[in-house]
């Protein structure tokens, strides 16, 4: 028993106690003398205090911001609308175009305008119904409509008139959404709802944008 303490205790402290001192040295701390009891700091919070939040941001993979994030990112939205724009911006939307480009043949028309095989692109940016819908929104806050090639320079540019604009998040919040209200006509028809005419949609696209939890009295007709 004795050998074998002895064995342990040499392997311990015996060959590695000159390399270890040292390390240990380097780190010794001069801690203050005060008669207090110790208290537990999060040093992932500026106050010490633990909150879920600073530990997931602690943890989190951090990608660099996009520039339409005021757009999609706002406490004026629902959360539900809130995922649609994050959806929306990735084109995770399920359009024929990109059912299409997953290897699955569609028969593919516009359900808004009937014209047009449907796209994203087209869906959202083209589509003589959505079209209607943005100017009308724009209207509102005396923009004309640019007739964008894409989402992203709509977003682009919706994001440079927003700097100048002082109702800047009922201006940000249209962005979702006028395209969700698109997106939620466009499968109402799709799946044999009711077609709502563009002044209908906009009444529902004023209520949606009215419902954020901003004042908006007097700022939109
Ligand atoms: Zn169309």
Avoid at 22 to 50: E, H, N, T, V, Y
Avoid at 73 to 86: D, E, I, N, P, T
Avoid at 152 to 174: A, E, F, M, T, Y
Wanted: hydrophobic share 40%; glycine share 6%.
């Amino acid at each position: 028993m004795h050998s074998a303490l002895g064995g342990v205790s040499c392997f311990i402290f015996g060959p590695y106690h000159f390399m270890l001192l040292p390390c240990l040295a380097a780190k010794l701390i001069r801690l203050p003398q005060f008669d207090m009891d110790d208290q537990c700091f999060w040093s992932g919070s500026s106050s010490g205090a633990f909150s879920t939040f600073s530990s997931w941001n602690e943890i989190r993979r951090r990608n660099p911001k996009v520039p339409w994030f005021p757009l999609v990112w706002s406490k004026a939205l629902q959360l539900r609308q809130f995922v649609f724009g994050w959806r929306l911006m990735h084109k995770k939307i399920p359009t024929d175009d990109i059912i299409s480009h997953k290897g699955i043949p569609l028969v593919s028309k516009c359900n808004l305008c009937g014209l047009d095989v449907e796209s994203f692109n087209h869906i959202f940016i083209s589509c003589s119904f959505s079209v209607a819908l943005w100017k009308q929104f724009m209207d509102c806050f005396g923009i004309l409509w640019l007739d964008p090639s894409d989402l992203h320079q709509l977003s682009l540019w919706s994001i440079r008139k927003r700097r100048i604009l002082s109702v800047k998040d009922p201006w940000s919040v249209g962005f979702v959404v006028v395209a969700d209200n698109i997106w939620r006509e466009r499968n109402e028809r799709r799946h044999d709802g009711p077609s709502r005419s563009v002044s209908h949609v906009f009444e529902k696209i004023k209520c949606d944008v009215q419902d954020g939890k901003f004042n908006l009295q007097g700022m939109i007709k």
